[in-house]
């Protein structure tokens, strides 16, 4: 029996952070004067506490196959369902904990956030680890590890504290020199299948 997965979407999702409000000032909407800040800041109450600084929740861990999926980032037991991988996820990156997690490959997503909002200030507000390394520089000094990924943000606008409000991509370095809107098709390899060299 084939199996078929379609991915639509890239790599990493973020769940919260503070976007520009689409009330501009002036625009009859919402005047403002000309000195307030164009950016609604008034429901936010970030937790400004140690813990403050890290995931709080994961809402969606979806690996997509690939080195390590389901093997140890975290490991697949029988019985485990959508939701027991996904408490997994979490007890693997929330709460300042150190372990990681495997998103497989192209397509392999977390849907994560924070118990406070990400406020836009000059210079980093948060940051993404990866799974980059080097090779051996005696050995293969040329050769590395490269699995990067995308980011999307978004704001808890209707207050629900669930990742369903509008989604923004935020462009990474290398954003701008790659491809876009496709997708990639996985199917299940028969179980009867011999491998071919």
């Known amino acids: 029996m084939k199996y078929r997965l379609t991915i639509l979407l890239t790599m990493v999702l ?52 690939g080195q390590f999926a389901n093997e140890n980032y975290p490991a697949y037991q029988t019985g485990d369902n959508d939701n027991s991988m996904t408490q997994k996820a979490r007890q693997a990156i929330a709460d300042n904990t150190t372990e990681l997690i495997s998103l497989g490959v192209f397509g392999g997503y977390v849907t994560f956030g924070f118990g406070h909002s ?61 491809r876009h809107n496709y997708s990639v098709t996985y199917y299940r390899t028969p179980s009867d299948h011999i491998p071919t060299p």
């Open 14 to 65: 973020l769940a919260t952070a503070c976007v520009k409000s689409k009330d501009e000032p002036g625009n009859g909407n919402n005047p403002k004067p000309d000195n307030e800040d164009p950016y609604d800041f008034s429901a936010l109450q970030p937790d400004m506490s140690s813990d403050g600084k890290y995931i709080t929740t994961v809402f969606e861990y979806r690996p997509a196959p």
């Open 118 to 178: 990400v406020i836009n200030h000059d210079g980093k507000d948060f940051a993404v680890f990866g799974n980059a390394l080097y090779g051996n520089k005696r050995v293969t000094p040329h050769l590395g590890s490269c699995e990067p990924g995308v980011v999307y943000v978004s704001i808890d606008k209707n207050k629900n504290h669930l990742p369903d409000d509008e989604w923004f991509l935020l462009a990474g370095s290398e954003y701008h020199r790659s």
